[in-house]
């Protein structure tokens, strides 16, 4: 049996005596139910797009990323774009409504905030966890507290039917959903006709030649972590929640005091690389906006929530570790990427003496999601370095639509 307390913590984030009390009941909780050995890693993203974007995005993922435009699943007020590296790794559902004035229950999340609701249908909406029991984990769940979709109201959202979904989260606005496979199985998703769609492969195929002919396809990774912004008064309710609905554990939290925000990670308990399950981030201001007229302090963190809404920030992607005619292979594949005309926040930042570097993309005209790149030097095991987040912070708050929320 897993023990998901006797992980080695990292970070100098002091947490409150509520959420130290509560982290080690509600993990051992899930190691005694059975949770955490019936539920494993990250299977699927799921990324929502507006409508006639879905193509271009491909195009720009298929550059960007180790991602290959697999198969379109083709229902009723949907595409969804079944994007794939391997089966050792996390596949991309990108959906794109068919309808322009679709309303659901993600739609109208957008709407509650003044950029998000620019892109209304344009957000990520969750992860989709391999479960050996997926029934019984929903029933253990359940009992939990925790709530889903029932299979009438995942039809009328459109959205595979093998798949439980639970309702979006109070304070990240995502949601989490199980499905089955046999260990060596491939993932099938039972959602409407399976097609080629001839636009969604010439935008792969487009992607990949300039991927190949930059030379920068050997030097792409999968997905090395996802991070989600929650405002701050439920930074701790969303690592919880998170650790409650998944197999993962604390890895720690970082103070980051320049940007008056914190960096807290989560790791999947089975010790596979972040390739195969990628690590969860929250971040979150260290004080609510409502006080910030008081402390006069930097608010990237708080001020993008406010925007868009709690939601995913980032997608990062990991480089190998490398150097072409003495330039490291993170600078190769920006350079690359930024002479495709895709816009970056900042210089990469960090060195091979502090263990790794890092750099974000523009926020995507398709998916408002940024791309981070990031590349670890010999045996560095961290996600950034304190000065790293701070620059990475500040950059993304001067992205023009942070700034210019109403």
């Known amino acids: 049996m897993y023990c998901s307390t006797a992980m080695p913590r990292f970070g100098d984030k002091k947490n409150s005596d509520f959420f130290e009390e509560y982290l080690p009941r509600l993990l051992e909780e899930r190691d005694r139910s059975g949770l955490t050995e019936m539920i494993g890693g990250i299977e699927a993203m799921i990324i929502s797009v507006e409508p006639g974007n879905s193509v271009e995005y491909i195009a720009e993922l298929a550059l960007m990323t180790p991602y290959q435009y697999l198969v379109t699943l083709d229902s009723d007020k949907h595409l969804t774009h079944v994007l794939r590296i391997d ?45 050996s029991d997926r029934h019984q984990v929903v029933a253990l769940q359940q009992q939990r507290e925790f709530r889903f979709f029932q299979v009438g109201q995942l039809a009328e959202l459109d959205l595979p039917l093998n798949v439980s979904l639970s309702k979006p989260s109070p304070y990240t606005q995502n949601v989490v959903g199980y499905m089955e496979r046999p260990v060596d199985g491939i993932r099938v998703y039972q959602h409407g006709e399976c097609l080629i769609l001839p636009s969604a492969q010439a935008a792969n195929d487009r992607g990949k030649e300039m991927q190949e002919r930059l030379g920068i396809n050997e030097l792409l990774c999968p997905v090395d972590h996802l991070a989600t ?74 001020t993008f929530v406010r925007n868009y809404g709690p939601r995913l920030h980032h997608i990062a992607v990991e480089v190998k570790d490398g150097q072409r005619d003495g330039k490291e292979y993170i600078d190769i594949v920006v350079d690359a990427i930024a002479g495709q005309g895709k816009g970056f926040l900042l210089e990469t930042i960090g060195s091979r003496s502090e263990g790794l570097k890092q750099i974000f993309s523009s926020a995507s005209d398709f998916s408002s999601l940024i791309i981070e790149y990031v590349q670890r030097f010999g045996d560095f095991q961290g996600f950034f370095t304190k000065d790293n987040v701070a620059q990475l912070t500040y950059a993304a708050g001067q992205e023009e639509g942070v700034k210019d929320g109403v």
């Not at 439920?234 to 604390?250: C, F, H, K, V």
Request: hydrophobic content about 30%; overall charge neutral.
């Open 87 to 131: 089966m050792n790794s996390p596949d991309i559902l990108l959906r794109e409504t068919k309808d322009p004035k679709h309303i659901d229950i993600f739609r109208s999340l957008n709407d509650l905030y003044p950029v998000g609701s620019r892109r209304p249908h344009s957000r990520y909406l969750g992860e989709i966890l391999l479960t």
């Open 229 to 302: 912004r929650v405002y701050s008064q439920n930074r701790e309710a969303a690592l919880l929640e998170y650790l409650g609905l998944s197999s993962y554990y604390y890895w720690g939290s970082y103070d980051i005091k320049d940007q008056n925000s914190s960096t807290n990670v989560t790791k999947s308990i089975r010790q596979v690389p972040e390739s195969v399950s990628p690590a969860k981030v929250f971040t979150a201001n260290n004080h609510p906006y409502c006080v910030n007229h008081l402390n006069h302090l930097p608010s990237p963190t708080e």
